[in-house]
């Protein structure tokens, strides 16, 4: 009965509206002066005065509410719509209303208690998030709204217009987001992680400890069982020499601050009477998405890792690749089974293409263009149109060009420009990058980055990820040069005789440019594709003619010796202060470097030259010394013992303090990690 009672009562209520109460008044006074001063008229009179104060109190009435309506509206904030008022007072996320300017000028329940149970109208709003409050509204910028804090919890804050007084005001709802981090920050620390790891040199250290496989094996995982301990996490060898750690990131941050110390450890597992350390190469994938594709990032990881020569760990991250260790020098490998795989792959890929683009590195030297030869000669076995992307206009490539012309086959049009080649890039063209990875030394980025198909031979060390995935990234840090590789595929893939004297010529002058004529970085493999060359009809007497300087080259030279520099007893830095800034001092500059080594005392040295807008820097190491990680540092990359940086926009002086600052941050790792090993 109460319960029918309250519902017929509350039906009443909403009767009696504001409009509803005016008409009543209207009529009741209506008919109390009708009542009292009817008589004083006219009977006439007397019959119109009711409609018509009716009519004239009912119009009054309805412009009362109007105005009024307003008025009520402004002092209350919401308070004459009472279910709205009601919902935003008792919501449970916190809402604020606030004027454009920023003025605080009402809080509902929820605000008030996270605030303190303290008042905060005409405070502002600045107090508690920097945006402009007009911001919250704008949905094409901040569809998620504009982050906020209040007391120690996170909010994301989202505004909607609203007129109240007939002023503009603001109705902010804030979304209490600090659970939902801590979840995901909990989601994230506990995310799995893969890392794929691989004994890079194991075939040979068991070239000198035969049978004692696993001897290495079981002091390998000796080590490894107790860093996955440490870490918390668990190592299985899944193949011979190959393992797959799986961990917790939250342990990820410790094994980047330990640097990897992994590699140090494993690196004094040493077998038998061999002085080889046993080093490996650690892959890790920190990506968003399922197991396939965290442990797809990590496969990727661990490629770059060898590809760079191994002894050191690569993690993958959305952002790009950071990578720790790299300090032993890699160790050439005897085996062309690989280069026999690799030639048939190629060969396959160029009898599919429509036509073939042989690029290399900027200001391209002796082994870009041999490789870039040895490539052209794939092309015309198989019948497919190439051409090889470069400056025809180079002084430093003039004898090559000129020699070049002597091989049936090649004319000056097989030689062409970037715009050039980018008119002939089409679906289905094959692109070829020899003796370079790096995108910023490619002789054309754009080419690279507008191509479908590509296919990256280099002896560099891997610094960066490739805008799209080469069909075969064959990159091999242990061998010479560029034309090594190439002469192992022409090799394993090419009758004997296939070769004329002037293309062996050719690419036996890469090989003895980038080992300075046999005296760094050779190996079996090296003197193996010598000799090939040899064997197709190479004449080192004339390979020697190409290395003849000229007088104004012997002058460029001597502008790096006038002044020279030894910092830390050991390295030696020569600058090139003339203002001439021809691009002929790179090579001038890489002599340069090459001739401060024979000084005694001298570990690695550096050329330093102004070569238009930018900074050239060129280094050199007796092997000792890692000069890519300390070209890397820059921005640049190479090999263990010769690596270059290019800086933009620099100042002598500016590259100088860069370079000393690179090597001190050089020796600062080294010291560390010979105290941590004591």
């Known amino acids: 009965m109460k319960n029918k009672l309250k519902t017929i009562f509350g039906k009443l209520k909403r009767l009696f509206t504001p409009l509803a109460i005016a008409a009543i008044l209207a009529g009741v006074l209506a008919i109390l002066i009708d009542l009292f001063f009817g008589d004083l008229l006219s009977p006439s009179g007397a019959e119109a005065l009711l409609p018509t104060l009716y009519l004239l109190f009912l119009l009054l009435g309805t412009l009362a509410v109007y105005l009024m309506a307003d008025r009520f509206k402004d002092q209350g904030y919401g308070k004459g719509d009472d279910v709205t008022y009601s919902l935003l007072t008792n919501m449970d996320q916190p809402v604020m209303i606030c004027r454009e300017d920023g003025e605080i000028l009402w809080i509902n329940k929820a605000f008030y208690r996270l605030a303190g149970n303290k008042e905060m109208a005409g405070q502002n709003t600045a107090l508690y998030f920097s945006a402009q409050p007009l911001l919250l509204c704008d949905g094409e910028h901040f569809p998620e709204g504009v982050p906020a804090k209040l007391g120690d919890r996170r909010f994301r804050v989202r505004g909607y217009r609203a007129r109240m007084g007939g002023g503009e005001t603001l109705v902010t709802v804030w979304e209490d987001l600090t659970e939902l981090e801590a979840w995901q920050t909990r989601y994230r620390e506990d995310s799995p992680l893969f890392a794929y790891v691989v004994i890079d040199n194991l075939d040979e250290i068991l070239r000198y400890a035969e049978g004692n496989y696993r001897t290495v094996a079981s002091m390998v995982d000796e080590v490894m069982q107790a860093w996955a301990k440490e870490n918390k996490g668990v190592i299985k060898e899944y193949?011979?020499?190959?393992?797959?750690?799986?961990?917790?990131?939250?342990?990820?941050?410790?094994?980047?601050?330990?640097?990897?110390?992994?590699?140090?450890?494993?690196?004094?597992?040493?077998?038998?009477?061999?002085?080889?350390?046993?080093?490996?190469?650690?892959?890790?994938?920190?990506?968003?998405?399922?197991?396939?594709?965290?442990?797809?990032?990590?496969?990727?990881?661990?490629?770059?890792?060898?590809?760079?020569?191994?002894?050191?760990?690569?993690?993958?991250?959305?952002?790009?690749?950071?990578?720790?260790?790299?300090?032993?020098?890699?160790?050439?490998?005897?085996?062309?089974?690989?280069?026999?795989?690799?030639?048939?792959?190629?060969?396959?890929?160029?009898?599919?293409?429509?036509?073939?683009?042989?690029?290399?590195?900027?200001?391209?030297?002796?082994?870009?263009?041999?490789?870039?030869?040895?490539?052209?000669?794939?092309?015309?076995?198989?019948?497919?149109?190439?051409?090889?992307?470069?400056?025809?206009?180079?002084?430093?490539?003039?004898?090559?060009?000129?020699?070049?012309?002597?091989?049936?086959?090649?004319?000056?049009?097989?030689?062409?420009?970037?715009?050039?080649?980018?008119?002939?890039?089409?679906?289905?063209?094959?692109?070829?990058?020899?003796?370079?990875?790096?995108?910023?030394?490619?002789?054309?980025?754009?080419?690279?980055?507008?191509?479908?198909?590509?296919?990256?031979?280099?002896?560099?060390?891997?610094?960066?990820?490739?805008?799209?995935?080469?069909?075969?990234?064959?990159?091999?840090?242990?061998?010479?040069?560029?034309?090594?590789?190439?002469?192992?595929?022409?090799?394993?893939?090419?009758?004997?005789?296939?070769?004329?004297?002037?293309?062996?010529?050719?690419?036996?002058?890469?090989?003895?440019?980038?080992?300075?004529?046999?005296?760094?970085?050779?190996?079996?493999?090296?003197?193996?594709?010598?000799?090939?060359?040899?064997?197709?009809?190479?004449?080192?007497?004339?390979?020697?003619?190409?290395?003849?300087?000229?007088?104004?080259?012997?002058?460029?030279?001597?502008?790096?010796?006038?002044?020279?520099?030894?910092?830390?007893?050991?390295?030696?830095?020569?600058?090139?202060?003339?203002?001439?800034?021809?691009?002929?001092?790179?090579?001038?500059?890489?002599?340069?470097?090459?001739?401060?080594?024979?000084?005694?005392?001298?570990?690695?040295?550096?050329?330093?030259?102004?070569?238009?807008?930018?900074?050239?820097?060129?280094?050199?190491?007796?092997?000792?010394?890692?000069?890519?990680?300390?070209?890397?540092?820059?921005?640049?990359?190479?090999?263990?013992?010769?690596?270059?940086t290019e800086l933009k926009a620099a100042v002598l002086t500016e590259a100088l303090g860069r370079l000393k600052r690179a090597i001190d941050d050089y020796e600062d790792e080294a010291d560390k990690k010979s105290k941590d090993g004591q």
């Open 239 to 644: 193949d011979r020499d190959k393992y797959l750690f799986a961990f917790a990131q939250s342990h990820l941050q410790g094994i980047i601050e330990g640097k990897f110390e992994i590699l140090d450890k494993i690196r004094e597992v040493r077998v038998g009477e061999s002085s080889i350390p046993v080093t490996v190469s650690i892959g890790i994938g920190v990506v968003d998405g399922s197991i396939e594709e965290k442990t797809a990032a990590s496969v990727s990881a661990l490629e770059t890792a060898l590809q760079r020569g191994g002894d050191q760990a690569v993690v993958k991250t959305e952002k790009g690749m950071d990578i720790y260790g790299g300090k032993t020098k890699t160790v050439q490998k005897k085996t062309k089974v690989r280069a026999r795989v690799v030639a048939a792959e190629l060969m396959d890929i160029i009898c599919k293409s429509h036509n073939v683009l042989i690029m290399a590195h900027r200001f391209a030297d002796f082994d870009a263009f041999g490789a870039c030869i040895g490539i052209a000669k794939l092309c015309r076995v198989a019948g497919v149109e190439y051409n090889i992307v470069c400056k025809k206009d180079d002084a430093n490539l003039k004898k090559c060009f000129s020699k070049a012309l002597n091989i049936p086959g090649i004319t000056k049009d097989s030689f062409i420009d970037a715009a050039t080649a980018q008119d002939r890039l089409r679906s289905d063209t094959l692109l070829v990058i020899v003796d370079v990875n790096n995108p910023q030394q490619f002789e054309s980025a754009e080419l690279a980055a507008n191509a479908v198909a590509v296919v990256c031979i280099d002896h560099h060390r891997k610094t960066g990820e490739f805008a799209v995935a080469p069909k075969i990234s064959y990159i091999e840090p242990s061998a010479s040069s560029a034309c090594e590789l190439v002469a192992d595929m022409l090799e394993q893939s090419l009758p004997v005789g296939s070769l004329c004297k002037d293309e062996a010529e050719l690419m036996l002058a890469g090989i003895v440019l980038d080992t300075k004529k046999y005296e760094i970085n050779t190996g079996t493999k090296t003197f193996g594709a010598a000799q090939f060359l040899k064997s197709e009809g190479a004449d080192p007497t004339v390979v020697q003619e190409l290395f003849i300087t000229d007088f104004e080259d012997y002058k460029r030279e001597a502008g790096f010796g006038v002044k020279v520099t030894v910092y830390k007893d050991k390295y030696a830095i020569s600058v090139n202060e003339n203002t001439d800034e021809d691009p002929a001092n790179r090579i001038a500059a890489a002599k340069a470097a090459d001739k401060l080594l024979s000084v005694e005392g001298v570990e690695a040295s550096f050329a330093v030259c102004k070569i238009g807008e930018a900074v050239r820097i060129s280094g050199r190491s007796s092997g000792k010394i890692n000069v890519q990680l300390i070209m890397e540092r820059m921005g640049g990359g190479g090999r263990f013992d010769a690596a270059a």
